[in-house]
């Protein structure tokens, strides 16, 4: 391996804590400057780390020892930050989504493939051992043939904990579009990529209130759906049924689940790196806990960074701008089914990344 890639993080806000809490763990990327709209967030960032100087958005992207940009802005900003550093020849991973529409998120996939410059997305969960341990049950046929998978988020709302919550109730946000892609990356690194889909969708209310830090009280619109179902076709045959709400109070249900002919598999939170994987086997009397088998250990957010470092050039990095894409893409179709009132094809198609063995 050669010198560390160098990042230059844009967008300094909630999320930032946690890649900055990771950086120190990870060989193959070196964080070296910061950005925000608000630069006082980008000085912050700076002060906790001397190796990072704190720049303009336009420095940062025209800095010659940045060569990857951390794109850690809102989802309705993810397309034009991606754009703009693909532009400047940087290469990009970003938070999830992709973009907030998948035209916006066509045109991010295409302008990197044609700079030959490497795209990736968050999550990066799917490469802890609570995903890679379920990948490797399924993969080594302990389920048999996979029949089918549900998948269930439920919070009430991140405005009752977030302090500028506003992008989560517009277009990019909601419940499918900000804790989709930890469950959707998860279903098609379980069982691959989605063939069709069908959608219902609803919105409890108009408006929400902030429950946390300065602007506490404020109330803020709701202009995306609050409340999702769907049914996936996998291109294998394999149907997923999803319930993502921001609307609901709480479940019991697993986060996960996927069943097949010889078994069904408990699969832990999407949204973490870690967790349980239990196994139900035909005829078996109870459920069992299997060993971690696979993914990185005691990862973090960041991961899929070290892990695109580490990708061979030309190749895609398993956090990969292709995946986020096609995971995108179901999404929004999704969203259009519900609305449309009928199946929508979806026309992408990605592979499933490599497994991850246990490292
Ligand atoms: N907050 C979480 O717990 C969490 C968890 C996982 C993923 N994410 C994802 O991380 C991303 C950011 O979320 P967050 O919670 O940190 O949001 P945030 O609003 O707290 O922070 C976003 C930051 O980006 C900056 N920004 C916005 N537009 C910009 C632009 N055009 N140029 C430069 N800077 C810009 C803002 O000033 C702000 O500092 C989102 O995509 C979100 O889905 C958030």
Known sequence: MGQPLNVGI???????RAY???FPRLKAVKLVAAADIDFARAEAVAKQDPGVRALSVADLLADDQVDLVLNLTIPLAHAEIALQAIGAGKSVYGEKPLAATTRDGRAVLDAAAAARLR???APDTVLGTGIQTARTAIDDGLLGRPISATATMVTPGHERWHPNPDFYYVAGGGPLLDMGPYYLTALVTLLGPVASVIGAA??????????SGARQGE?????????????LTHASGALSTIFMSFDAVATVSAHIEVHGEQGSLVVPDPNRFDGEVKLRRLGAADWETLPVSA??????????LEDLANTGNGQEPRAGGKLAFHVLE???SLLASAHEGKAVAIESRCDRPPAVPLT
């Open 330 to 332: 179901v999404m929004e």
């Open 219 to 231: 109330i803020i619109p709701v202009t995306t759906d609050t409340h999702v179902s769907g049914v």
């Open 119 to 121: 795209l990736g997305c």
């Open 202 to 211: 609803s919105r409890t209310r108009d408006s929400r209130i902030i429950g």
């Open 10 to 16: 844009i967008g300094c806000g909630t999320i930032v």
């Open 295 to 304: 993914g990185y250990v005691n990862s973090s957010r960041g991961f899929g």
């Open 20 to 22: 900055l809490e990771t």
